[in-house]
C-alpha cells in the first residue's frame, strides 16, 4: 500500500530528515525565508507579512519535530515566518492555552495547533479567530467550530483498522490485548481508540480488549504502564500502541523482557525510533503516515486562508507545494492520504 494518494509516494517519506535542522527539546525556535524563486508563493497578501506559530501536543517529540521540517520548508518557499513553541508534556491543554493567548497577542496570521484536548483550548482560540488569526489544527483536533481548518493524517477508521489488522493477525486472531495510548483527552487517541473497539467488535469476536492506558506521551510512564500491564494481565497476547511515543517506550520495555517475540506489539511508530526494534524481532509491523507531510499540508493550507484563497468551505481547493491539489471535504477538513505499514522489509527506505 502506497501511502496517501499516489503523488506522495515514497519519494516523500524517504530523506524527511534529510534537513540539518535541530530542534532541542524545550526549546522554541524560528525560521525566515524569503519565497523561493519560482515557488508557489501568493501574491494577493504582502509574503513578508505572513507570521506562524506552530504548536505541536509537546515539544521533544520526534514526530511533532519531523512535522516542523515541513512546516519550516513550507514556510521557507511561502516567505513566511514560523515560531515553534509548546508545552514540555503532551496533556498540558493549560500550557497550550497560554501559548494561544500569547499568539493571539502578537497578532500572528495563523496559529498550527495539535491540541492536548478538543474543547479545553477552545475558547482561547475562538479568540486567537476573532482576533483575525487563522487557526489551522493538525494531527489532533478541537471541536469544529474552534477552528478554520482540521488537516487530517488519514482517516480515524483506516488508522484504526490497520492496527487491528496487525495484532489480530499476529496473534492469531484470538486472545487479550491491551491499548498503550497517550493522554486520556487526547482528540485524535479517543477517536481512533473508540474506531479500534468498533472494529474487534465487527470483525474479531475472539479477540478480547481487556485495559487502556495512558503514557501521556511520556517516555518513562508509557515505559512503566507497558510493565504494569504486563503485570495485570498474565494473559496478554498483544499490545496497540497508537502512540509514536508510546509504543517506542514499549518497544523499549519488551526487548528487554521475557516478553519479547510472545507479547505482539503494533500501533504508530516513527521509523527511526522503531528500527532497532523491529531488527530484533521485538516488533514485527507498525504504521504510520509522513509526519512531515502533515506539517507541509497544514502550512499550505493556513497560507491560503491567510492570503484569501479558500474561506475552508467544502469544496475549496489549494495547492501545496509538491504533495499537489487538496480539497476541503466536510466539516473543515483536509485529508492527507492512508496509513502505511513499515517492517522489515522496507524500514530502512525511511529515515524520520
Ligand atoms: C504521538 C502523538 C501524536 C500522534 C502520533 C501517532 O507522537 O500522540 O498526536 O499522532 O503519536
Known amino acids: 500500500m502506497m501511502i496517501g494518494k499516489s503523488r506522495m509516494g515514497l519519494r516523500a517519506l524517504a530523506g524527511v530528515a534529510a534537513a540539518s535542522l535541530l530542534l532541542a527539546a524545550g526549546c522554541s525556535s524560528s525560521t525566515t525565508s524569503s519565497p523561493a524563486a519560482g515557488g508557489s508563493a501568493a501574491s494577493s497578501a504582502p509574503a513578508e507579512a505572513m507570521t506562524m506559530t506552530f504548536l505541536p501536543k509537546n515539544l521533544g517529540n520526534a514526530y511533532f519535530d519531523t512535522s516542523y521540517k515541513g512546516v519550516q520548508a513550507a514556510a521557507g518557499v511561502l516567505g513566511a515566518t514560523v515560531t515553534q513553541v509548546g508545552p514540555a508534556k503532551g496533556d498540558d491543554p493549560a500550557g497550550q492555552v497560554s501559548y494561544i493567548n ?30 483575525g488569526v487563522k487557526v489551522v489544527t493538525f494531527d489532533s483536533d478541537t471541536n469544529p467550530e474552534c477552528r478554520d481548518l482540521f488537516i487530517n493524517q488519514a482517516t480515524a477508521e483506516g488508522i484504526a483498522k490497520v492496527q487491528v489488522d496487525i495484532i489480530t493477525s499476529e496473534i492469531g486472531d484470538s486472545g487479550e490485548i491491551a491499548i498503550l495510548s497517550a493522554s486520556a483527552n487526547a482528540t485524535n487517541q479517543n477517536a481512533w481508540i473508540d474506531m479500534m473497539k468498533k472494529e474487534l467488535a465487527a470483525s474479531h469476536p ?64 516513527t521509523p527511526n525510533q522503531m528500527r532497532d526494534y523491529v531488527k530484533d524481532g521485538t516488533v514485527t509491523e507498525f504504521a504510520l503516515w509522513n509526519p512531515q507531510d502533515l506539517g507541509t499540508l497544514a502550512t499550505y493550507a493556513a497560507a491560503a486562508l491567510v492570503q484569501g484563497k479558500i474561506t475552508g468551505a467544502e469544496g475549496d481547493k489549494f495547492t501545496a507545494g509538491d504533495l499537489g491539489e487538496f480539497t476541503v471535504g466536510a466539516d473543515k477538513t483536509v485529508l492527507l492520504g492512508e496509513p502505511y505499514k513499515f517492517n522489515k522489509d522496507n524500514i530502512d527506505n525511511f529515515n524520520f
Open 102 to 131: 500569547t499568539a493571539t497577542q502578537q497578532q500572528v496570521s495563523a496559529l498550527l495547533v495539535s491540541a492536548n484536548d478538543k474543547s479545553a483550548i477552545c475558547d482561547a482560540l475562538k479568540e486567537a479567530m476573532t482576533a
Open 206 to 269: 475472539n479477540v478480547k480488549l481487556v485495559d487502556t492506558v495512558y503514557g501521556n506521551d511520556d517516555d518513562q510512564t508509557s515505559y512503566d504502564k507497558t510493565s504494569a500491564l504486563l503485570q495485570s494481565h498474565p494473559n496478554l497476547k498483544g499490545i496497540i500502541s497508537p502512540t509514536t511515543v508510546g509504543i517506542a517506550a514499549a518497544a523499549r520495555y519488551l526487548s528487554k523482557s521475557e516478553y519479547k517475540g510472545k507479547v505482539m506489539l503494533t500501533g504508530l511508530g
